[in-house]
């Protein structure tokens, strides 16, 4: 769970207020925002890449800043935007470097590392992408061995990056349908960024946007939960410039 | 199962090639002189001489100048995201020789022991591995950074030209021998220290595996993975400029093996585990220069031939093929 206490995200100067109280385990938020709103510089946030310009973050009751990159690497699991272009890398190895906070300075795998790469490769249904190289894969398949390997972090909360942006619209369902169910049976927080609204009309799925400009330069934007129902081309204004 | 067996035939291959070397040279030189100059040493016997001083300790130079190299190479590729990253193109090398110069051409005693020799290569390479590091953090384009260290390598060639100008004969003498690169230079009673300092920071590379894994994802990816990025980035320039100064302190500026190497390690081995990567890049970075000086020394009866210009003849074509296959 992670708690906002009058936080304002920013890096040197202020980007836009957060207004959201908490962000819970078991449900997938969708977070939307034009090009530039912040939604990048949130997520590094997150991850202590950068520190709030105002206010505190709490991940599970303690102060994010004070995590060690290890502790963090425990808690928080990131897919980015971009796959990396790596050659003569193997699915399975790919997959395996979630488990990278788990292991020694050698990077020896145990039996349960391997055990649990193997289970989150049969979880996502990948078994026949295993033995190939990363960079045989099509995007959708990318996208699922990014997640599989957010997934062997065994971390309570994934944070992905604009997970839709390279997949044709049924792969965009699917990703948005594993992760949904992910975090209901694995009781994970997941949240994402997006521009694909269409994907994130359902119901279940918690929506949030950073404002785009204020009418004031002086009032900062802010991020909000969005409750309204879909389609929301009224609100389009709002978040989008 | 398969890597495994790759790496024997890669020992077989070493050992093979270790032997050939030993015996490679214009003098005939058996097993039992090998045996006798070590255990019965006789100062007045030409074959122990050639056996003892200068047959094994190019042996050890060239395992270790290789080995090392390779290593410095790996670890740089990883650390810029580069397949072309080496110490040579990066300046690295340059550094230490610039240093070098200056140790040489200063005419202080002190910097012309041996001691003095290394420790400014040493110091050279680290400096301008630093400077380097601090550069890449703004370079976003992988071609860029290789035109900052060829930059690098021309300011202190200049540098180093204009020192030239000022030294005297014997100091000009020195330094233009020590720049062709040699495997030769190295006495018996220098092997230690730089047998010591070589298996210290290998060594320590192999404890970076994990984190070299991690960081060939991209640098976002190794820190969400818990990476200590600032320590690991300052532990690779540590290791490798370690390696390219001493090598180049001893054996003058090598070019190549660092960066054809490890490319020819992962077309072998085909993967990212770093294990594998720093074993392979030490095993057939020695195959590599024990190839090349085998080759000087057939051909020394002829003419003599610097090892430099063997490892470019042989590296240079490899390194356009790796290019042409990745970006073309």
Redesign the interface.
Known sequence: MITFNQVIIGHEKPLFEVKLNQLESGKVYALIGSNGSGKSTFIQTL?N?IVPVKGEIYLNQKELKLYS??E???N???V?ARF?E?????VK??IG??R??Y?????TKTEKDLEIIEHFIQLLDIQHLADKFTTELSDGERQLCAIAKALT?ETPIILLDEPTAFLDYKNKQRIIDILEQLANELNLLILFSTHDLSSIAKQTIQKIGIEANTQSNEILPKMLPINEQFPFDNLLDKFYK | MQSRLKFLGVIVLLIGLIVLHLFAGSTNVTIDDFYQSLVNFEPSNTTHIIARDLRIPRLLITLIAGGGLAIAGILMQTLFRNPLAEPHILGVSSGASLFVALSIMSGWFVFQTDYGIIASALLGAFAFGIILLSIAKFVRLQSSLLLVGIMIGSFSAAFISILQTWSEANQLKAYTLWSMGSLQQVSLNQIPIITILFLLVVGLSFFLVKSLNAIVLGSANAAALGVQLKHVRMLIILISSTLTGLITAFCGPIAFIGMAVPNLVKLIFKTQDHKTLLLGSLFIGAIFLLICDIVVQLLAQHLLVPINAITAIIGAPFIIYIILKRWS
């Open positions: 991850f890449e990159k290890r963090l690497a425990l928080l699991a990131f980015p990396p790596v050659e003569f890398m193997k190895d790919f470097l979630g990278t906070p292991l020694n300075a050698f990077g972090q």
